[in-house]
Nanobody
Framework: QLQLVESGGGLVQAGESLRLSCAASGSTFNNYAMGWFRQAPGKAREFLAAISWSGSTTYYRDSVKGRFTISRDNAKNTVFLQMNSLKPEDTAVYYC????????????????WGQGTQVTVSS
Protein backbone atom coordinates (compact mmCIF):
# COMPACT_ATOMS: atom_id res chain seq x y z
CA GLN A 1 0.00 0.00 0.00
CA LEU A 2 1.39 3.35 -1.03
CA GLN A 3 2.12 5.80 1.77
CA LEU A 4 2.76 9.51 1.22
CA VAL A 5 4.46 12.06 3.45
CA GLU A 6 4.56 15.76 2.57
CA SER A 7 7.17 18.25 3.75
CA GLY A 8 8.41 21.72 2.96
CA GLY A 9 5.54 23.85 4.15
CA GLY A 10 6.01 26.92 6.29
CA LEU A 11 5.44 30.63 6.73
CA VAL A 12 6.58 32.95 3.93
CA GLN A 13 5.88 36.47 2.80
CA ALA A 14 3.93 37.33 -0.33
CA GLY A 15 6.09 37.05 -3.43
CA GLU A 16 8.38 34.42 -1.98
CA SER A 17 8.73 30.79 -3.02
CA LEU A 18 8.43 27.36 -1.44
CA ARG A 19 9.08 23.86 -2.70
CA LEU A 20 6.93 21.10 -1.30
CA SER A 21 8.03 17.48 -1.38
CA CYS A 22 6.01 14.30 -1.12
CA ALA A 23 7.91 11.12 -0.36
CA ALA A 24 6.30 7.82 -1.28
CA SER A 25 6.90 4.38 0.15
CA GLY A 26 5.31 0.98 0.33
CA SER A 27 4.65 0.41 -3.35
CA THR A 28 6.19 0.95 -6.77
CA PHE A 29 6.16 4.72 -7.15
CA ASN A 30 6.24 4.85 -10.92
CA ASN A 31 3.00 2.87 -11.14
CA TYR A 32 1.23 6.01 -9.96
CA ALA A 33 0.26 9.33 -11.39
CA MET A 34 0.66 11.97 -8.68
CA GLY A 35 -1.22 15.11 -7.80
CA TRP A 36 -1.26 18.05 -5.43
CA PHE A 37 -4.31 19.53 -3.75
CA ARG A 38 -4.92 22.19 -1.13
CA GLN A 39 -7.60 23.05 1.38
CA ALA A 40 -8.04 26.46 2.95
CA PRO A 41 -10.05 26.93 6.15
CA GLY A 42 -13.77 26.71 5.46
CA LYS A 43 -13.24 25.76 1.83
CA ALA A 44 -13.37 22.56 -0.17
CA ARG A 45 -10.23 20.74 -1.13
CA GLU A 46 -9.15 21.81 -4.60
CA PHE A 47 -6.98 20.28 -7.28
CA LEU A 48 -3.77 22.11 -8.12
CA ALA A 49 -1.60 20.00 -10.37
CA ALA A 50 -0.91 16.46 -11.53
CA ILE A 51 1.85 14.57 -13.29
CA SER A 52 1.94 11.28 -15.17
CA TRP A 53 4.07 8.38 -14.02
CA SER A 54 6.79 9.26 -16.50
CA GLY A 55 6.65 12.99 -15.85
CA SER A 56 5.89 13.67 -19.51
CA THR A 57 2.38 15.02 -18.94
CA THR A 58 1.30 17.65 -16.44
CA TYR A 59 -1.99 19.36 -15.62
CA TYR A 60 -2.61 22.56 -13.66
CA ARG A 61 -5.43 24.49 -12.16
CA ASP A 62 -5.78 27.74 -14.11
CA SER A 63 -5.16 29.93 -11.08
CA VAL A 64 -1.69 28.46 -10.48
CA LYS A 65 -0.47 28.07 -14.05
CA GLY A 66 2.79 29.90 -14.51
CA ARG A 67 3.42 30.10 -10.74
CA PHE A 68 3.41 26.44 -9.64
CA THR A 69 5.38 23.60 -11.21
CA ILE A 70 4.91 19.91 -10.48
CA SER A 71 7.76 17.48 -11.05
CA ARG A 72 8.86 14.05 -9.90
CA ASP A 73 12.01 12.06 -9.31
CA ASN A 74 11.16 8.38 -9.70
CA ALA A 75 14.61 7.34 -8.51
CA LYS A 76 13.88 9.07 -5.19
CA ASN A 77 10.18 8.18 -5.03
CA THR A 78 9.35 11.84 -4.62
CA VAL A 79 7.03 14.37 -6.22
CA PHE A 80 7.57 18.09 -5.87
CA LEU A 81 5.52 21.26 -6.09
CA GLN A 82 7.55 24.40 -6.75
CA MET A 83 5.49 27.43 -5.78
CA ASN A 84 6.63 30.88 -6.85
CA SER A 85 5.17 34.36 -6.39
CA LEU A 86 3.09 33.17 -3.48
CA LYS A 87 0.01 35.14 -2.49
CA PRO A 88 -1.90 35.30 0.79
CA GLU A 89 -4.74 33.42 -0.91
CA ASP A 90 -2.38 30.47 -1.38
CA THR A 91 -2.54 29.89 2.38
CA ALA A 92 -3.84 26.36 2.92
CA VAL A 93 -2.93 22.82 3.89
CA TYR A 94 -1.32 21.18 0.88
CA TYR A 95 -1.79 17.48 0.17
CA CYS A 96 -0.26 15.09 -2.30
CA UNK A 97 -2.24 12.20 -3.71
CA UNK A 98 -1.74 9.19 -5.93
CA UNK A 99 -3.75 7.42 -8.60
CA UNK A 100 -2.83 3.95 -9.75
CA UNK A 101 -2.54 4.87 -13.40
CA UNK A 102 0.01 6.05 -15.90
CA UNK A 103 -1.78 9.36 -16.39
CA UNK A 104 -3.90 11.33 -13.90
CA UNK A 105 -7.16 11.26 -15.84
CA UNK A 106 -6.97 7.54 -16.69
CA UNK A 107 -8.94 6.92 -13.48
CA UNK A 108 -10.84 8.91 -10.88
CA UNK A 109 -9.94 6.56 -8.04
CA UNK A 110 -7.50 7.85 -5.43
CA UNK A 111 -5.05 5.30 -4.13
CA UNK A 112 -3.46 7.33 -1.34
CA TRP A 113 -3.35 10.72 0.35
CA GLY A 114 -0.66 12.32 2.44
CA GLN A 115 -1.33 13.93 5.80
CA GLY A 116 -0.79 17.47 4.51
CA THR A 117 1.65 20.29 5.12
CA GLN A 118 0.67 23.83 6.11
CA VAL A 119 1.60 26.76 3.88
CA THR A 120 0.97 30.25 5.23
CA VAL A 121 1.62 33.35 3.13
CA SER A 122 1.64 36.68 4.92
CA SER A 123 0.91 39.97 3.17
Amino acid sequence: QLQLVESGGGLVQAGESLRLSCAASGSTFNNYAMGWFRQAPGKAREFLAAISWSGSTTYYRDSVKGRFTISRDNAKNTVFLQMNSLKPEDTAVYYCAARYASSWYDTDQMSAWGQGTQVTVSS
